[in-house]
């Protein structure tokens, strides 16, 4: 019998609710599959499960909030048969969590309080998690949005449909939506402060930086840009973002986890990316096997991250198995970013804005865009020598960009 768990889907999460089963008992499961969908303070994530079975029973009921690791299913594995499933059960009592009542009301101030809707009722129509809490969040009725999914579900998109439409006047009282939004943006600050909090606390950062010429990489991403049309053309953050995954190979100590005190280096190399929300918060969900990938595939993962991280639509792969984090400062005009590593992570790269600055070579000044480069990483995995021969690797891809 296999325990299928509520994973961690980052260092920041402890518990989650169970929105809706995408599974029923008696249903084939492959490795990989969707079978969930948990809320979180950041995002209704789209649970994947990496067992092969058969669907024994769903333990907990939608609606339950439950701590992680709590047992979310049990499944046969391949070969096992009900009875002896049933066996197992009977040796292995399982106590199941009640479902969670309704969600504590937002106290709202009575100057602000909005009277109740008047519009007609959704009935059955469906409307994803996602789109529910977007909605939530920019205050837009899911009464007043037009579906356009399978049957006439609602989606993100709608709701940004509806949110671009002119106000209607006299515009609706939005007191409620934005108290809802910032008691949701309170909880997320709190959830990203006790992460980073135990991150400086626990672990012994040292920090480098180095700035890197990047003469060659913009001339060689303009002359490539400009064979593309628009809607194909790259941004030197994929260049910066491959460069890293391009040189972690070489430096394993800086791509893995510490659990329990232990260093575990990985062999693939997931890196997160550092992705601002909406509301306020971040949260760094991972492009997979990143250094395996071309530069076209990465730059349109890259876009659909982001935009899926932003309408709160993420999978737990991309949330639970980040090997390192890239943190990209340069469009907020910072000239350098010094960041707190995200557990149980080892390492994070950063990256300011690109610039022009004086720059000597071979005896005379010029000059060039370059950026910062900057790393904060675990004492515990590395040193400070081999920390500086990384950035130095990644000087060294970025003169190469057609080779990335």
């Not at 449909?161 to 515009?171: E, I, N, V």
């Not at 060659?216 to 995954?245: D, F, G, H, Q, Y």
Request: net charge neutral.
């Amino acid at each position: 019998m296999i325990e299928f768990k509520l994973p961690s889907l980052g260092a920041d999460m402890d518990e989650g609710t169970l929105l809706e089963w995408r599974v029923h008992p008696g249903d084939a499961v492959k490795r990989g599959q969707v079978v969930a969908l948990v809320d979180t303070t950041k995002a209704a994530i789209d649970v994947e499960c990496w067992d092969e079975g058969t669907v024994e029973e769903l333990v907990v009921q939608p609606g339950s909030r439950i701590p992680v690791n709590t047992v979310l299913a049990l499944l046969r594995a391949p070969g096992e048969t009900p009875e002896q499933a049933a066996k197992w059960k009977l040796e292995h009592p399982i106590a199941k969590p009640a479902a969670a009542g309704p969600a504590p009301a937002v106290r709202i101030p009575a100057a602000v309080e909005a009277p109740p809707p008047v519009a007609a009722p959704l009935g059955r129509r469906r409307v994803s998690p996602a789109a529910r809490r977007h909605a939530a969040d920019l205050g837009i009725a899911l009464e007043t949005v037009t579906g356009t999914g399978p049957e006439d579900a609602i989606t993100v998109e709608d709701v940004e449909r509806a949110a671009a439409k002119p106000a209607p006047s006299p515009p609706a009282p939005a007191g409620a939506a934005a108290a809802v939004a910032a008691a949701r943006g309170a909880e997320m600050r709190r959830t990203i402060a006790a992460a980073m909090a135990r991150s400086k606390r626990e672990i012994p950062h040292y920090y480098l930086a180095a700035e890197v010429p990047l003469e060659k990489a913009s001339r060689w991403l303009t002359e490539e840009n400009a064979r593309r049309p628009v809607t194909e053309r790259l941004l030197m953050a994929v260049l910066l973002i491959k460069a890293v995954a391009r040189a972690l190979p070489k430096f394993p100590e800086l791509n893995g986890f510490v659990r329990e005190g232990r260093f575990e280096p990985s062999r693939e190399v997931h890196v997160g990316v550092a992705v601002s929300l909406r509301q306020g918060g971040l949260a760094a969900p991972a492009i997979l096997n990143t250094d395996t990938k071309p530069l076209d595939q990465l730059m349109r993962e890259l876009a659909d991250l982001v935009k899926r991280t932003r309408a709160f639509s993420l999978r737990s792969s991309e949330m639970s198995m980040p090997t390192v984090t890239v943190t990209n400062l340069g469009e907020q005009s910072a000239d350098s970013v010094f960041g707190v590593i995200y557990p149980p992570q080892v390492a994070l790269i950063g990256f300011g804005a690109v610039r022009e600055r004086a720059w000597a070579e071979n005896g005379a000044l010029k000059a060039i865009p370059a950026v910062t480069a900057s790393l904060a990483a675990d004492h515990r995995a590395s040193d400070g020598h081999r920390g500086a021969l990384f950035l130095a690797e990644l000087r060294t891809l970025l003169q190469q960009p057609e080779a990335l």
